[in-house]
């Protein structure tokens, strides 16, 4: 779909004078010009109605009518981003909102949490061969990384990857016994439920961590729901984040509580690499 407002604010400089004070007219208030007749428009700008088809064509749009209806979606697609509201500009409440709000989403991940959904994800990790860990486009990506980390330090056989052709094809050549955990903080991820879907027709046990009710959750044989409210500032990253970490973690230590004294070894073995190599004693954490 056409991002017309997109599409006006990052091509304005390369416009004419008269294509220029039509997208001022525009981006200044999207609502009113959705009401506006192409006549209406062009008088507004004070160019003629000639004028007003020639920049809808530029656009990449048929005719006006088609402008209107592109330009209402991407209004519709794009709300909070229009008029954003005003938050915190000085570093001591930038900080406090950020802080505050990681220490809500923890409390009210903590609240949410499916213990026996947990317990049922544990014991097929550690009863598996091989775990392969799904996730792309930014924070899923890194949980995909972050589960990889947890687990080969217990010992376990584990592989992680963003990229949705390699999860495809690594589910087409995974062995029996495999099992696949996938995250997707919008559950919208088309690819990744398709690549979920495959896992299922090979009979690969499918633990998946989004949101509840979304298409990639739909995929799931144990699902770990992680649910929150997004931000209303737009210019505050995401705190879905850190309910997804803390998730990976209370997972990866119910794993590693179950396997018991061969993770201990394993995470032994890590250890003393590290102390010889880089630390000198054990009161660093087990990485970096």
């Not at 963003?162 to 995250?183: E, K, N, S, Y």
């Not at 879905?240 to 061969?262: H, I, K, N």
Request: charged fraction near 20%.
């Amino acid at each position: 779909m056409l991002d017309i407002v997109g599409l006006l604010q990052t091509e304005k400089d390369a416009f004419t004078r008269s294509e220029r004070a039509l997208t001022e007219i525009v981006l200044a208030d999207v609502d009113s010009v959705l009401k506006m007749s192409i006549v209406d428009l062009a008088a507004e700008a004070e160019v003629s109605p000639p004028t007003v088809t020639r920049f809808c064509r530029r656009l990449g749009c048929d005719s006006y009518a088609d402008f209107k209806v592109r330009l209402a979606q991407s209004r519709f697609v794009g709300q909070r981003y229009f008029a954003p509201k005003a938050g915190p500009t000085s570093v001591p409440e930038i900080a406090q909102g950020v802080v505050n709000g990681i220490q809500s989403i923890i409390y009210e991940t903590f609240e949410q949490l499916d213990f026996n959904a947990v317990e049922r994800a544990a014991e097929s990790i550690v009863k598996s061969n091989y775990v392969l860990a799904f996730g792309s486009g930014g924070a899923s990506s890194m949980m995909a990384g972050e589960i990889e980390t947890r687990l080969f330090r217990l010992g376990l056989r584990v592989a992680s990857t963003d990229d949705h052709q390699l999860q495809l094809m690594r589910v087409a050549a995974a062995p029996a016994g495999t099992v696949i955990i996938g995250f997707s903080l919008s559950g919208n991820n088309a690819q990744l439920a398709k690549t979920l879907t495959v896992a299922g027709e090979y009979g690969l046990t499918r633990v998946v961590a989004t949101r509840s009710g979304s298409i990639v959750s739909a995929q799931a044989d144990i699902l770990l729901p992680v649910n929150w409210h997004e931000n209303t500032d737009i210019l505050r990253p995401t705190p879905g984040r850190y309910a997804f970490l803390a998730t990976v973690d209370v997972l990866a230590q119910t794993v590693a509580t179950r396997l018991g004294p061969s993770a201990v070894a394993s995470m032994r073995r890590i250890k003393h690499q590290l102390v010889v190599n880089r630390d000198g004693d054990d009161a660093q954490p087990l990485g970096d």
